[in-house]
């Protein structure tokens, strides 16, 4: 059965250092999104990607978030300068082309932890 | 804007046991309805949705759940829970146009033996 790929599972980084998290949609999806889950808490939505450019993005995602689609087939959350409130779960999700009957397929989670 | 509510934090049940998982949502427009599952350490499965259509729908693993229009609500329920059912569980949705999900916070369902 196919599925939505992150890597890694876990990461560690410093406050202030870059990280990109890794996600593989499934093939013939074309909507993509980024969820986060801070531990203990509800899964907030962060942004949604089609056709190669962000089609909605939630107050959460300001200009230290960026995603990318850079190949075709790996689309990338990148976080500019981390801080410790970034410490969180986070989700890549992918949905087919709108047939206004499908559902999002989740990722199993980056674990990002900022020391 | 659309909102999620789950009431109950943690439900403790025997196995067994039936149990309801609350969920209630406010939107200005029609939405669609979802279940998420996340069982420990791993990523959100969907259980059930609701698009349109009858108001009772039927999900994986025995559960099923009621769409109640008036009452904004969309509880799960299963008749007989079993130990492997403890997870945490998701109400979401997401309205017809927007897709992205808003979600609640979650219930931890715990089936004790």
């Known amino acids: 059965e196919p599925e939505v790929t992150q890597t890694p599972s876990h990461q560690v980084t410093q406050m202030g250092q870059e990280v990109i998290l890794r996600c593989v949609p499934i093939?013939?999806?074309?909507?993509f999104y980024w969820y986060r889950q801070i531990l203990g808490q509800k899964v907030e939505f962060l942004v949604s990607?089609?056709?190669?450019?962000?089609?909605?993005k939630s107050e959460i995602f300001d200009d230290q978030f960026s995603v990318e689609r850079p190949d075709g087939s790996n689309f990338t959350l990148k976080i500019r300068s981390t801080k410790l409130e970034d410490s969180a779960m986070y989700f890549c999700?992918?949905?087919?082309?709108?047939?206004?009957?499908?559902?999002?397929?989740f990722g199993q989670g980056t674990r990002l932890t900022v020391v | 804007a659309q909102s999620v509510t789950q009431l109950d934090s943690q439900v403790p049940v025997f196995e067994e046991a039936p149990v309801e998982l609350r969920c209630n949502y406010s939107?200005?427009?029609?939405?669609?309805l979802f279940w998420y599952v996340q069982y420990p350490n791993q990523g959100l499965q969907l259980l059930l949705k609701?698009?349109?259509?009858?108001t009772l729908v039927k999900g994986i693993n025995g559960f099923e759940a009621e769409f109640n229009k008036s009452q904004t609500s969309f509880h799960l329920r299963k008749p007989s829970v079993h130990i492997c059912?403890?997870?945490?569980?998701?109400?979401?949705?997401?309205?017809?146009?927007?897709?992205?999900?808003?979600f609640g916070s979650g219930t931890r369902l715990q089936v004790q033996p």
């Open positions: 999700a992918s949905r087919e082309l709108d047939r206004q009957r499908t559902e999002a397929f």
């Open positions: 093939s013939n999806h074309l909507y």
């Open positions: 990607f089609y056709n190669n450019e962000i089609s909605e």
């Open positions: 939107s200005s427009v029609s939405v669609y």
């Open positions: 609701y698009l349109s259509g009858s």
């Open positions: 059912d403890t997870a945490e569980y998701f109400c979401a949705v997401s309205d017809t146009g927007r897709r992205a999900l808003t």
